[in-house]
């Protein structure tokens, strides 16, 4: 497995490049500075999406300190039932509803 860096002057200078190169060398990377890796086929990326069974939140995410009841640390089922509580709200008519002067 490639150890990458995403964050090296290189790799910023030319983000098509860097992650061209990473799908021509090996399907997934660890990062040299942190714990985590970047997967990069589109192929891998929906399967990790999908995947609720292999790849699960049920112990956090790199986005958050671990708290079970936030929604971003949920697996479906339980996001859909957040997510389609909210969806009105984050419409795009919801978000002018909610943005509109008085």
Same mark, same amino acid.
């Given at each position: 497995? =490639? @150890?990458?860096?995403?964050?090296?002057?290189?790799?910023?200078?030319?983000?098509?490049?860097?992650? =061209? $190169?990473? &799908? &021509? /060398?090996?399907?997934?990377? #660890?990062? $040299?500075?942190?714990?985590?890796? @970047?997967?990069?086929?589109? #192929?891998?990326?929906?399967?990790?999406?999908?995947?609720? $069974? &292999?790849?699960?939140?049920? +112990?956090?995410?790199?986005?958050?300190?671990? $708290?079970? =009841?936030?929604?971003?640390? /949920?697996?479906?089922?339980?996001?859909?039932?957040? #997510?389609?509580?909210?969806?009105?709200?984050?419409?795009?008519?919801?978000? /002018? &509803? +909610?943005?509109?002067?008085?």
């Amino acid at each position: 497995m =490639n @150890i990458v860096d995403p964050e090296s002057p290189e790799a910023l200078a030319d983000r098509v490049g860097f992650y =061209n $190169e990473l &799908r &021509r /060398q090996c399907p997934v990377a #660890r990062v $040299e500075r942190g714990d985590y890796y @970047i997967l990069s086929s589109f #192929r891998d990326v929906e399967t990790l999406l999908k995947d609720h $069974e &292999r790849f699960t939140k049920a +112990w956090g995410n790199q986005l958050d300190t671990f $708290e079970p =009841n936030v929604a971003l640390n /949920q697996d479906p089922p339980r996001f859909d039932a957040f #997510r389609s509580t909210y969806a009105g709200y984050m419409s795009p008519r919801g978000v /002018q &509803r +909610w943005s509109a002067a008085p």
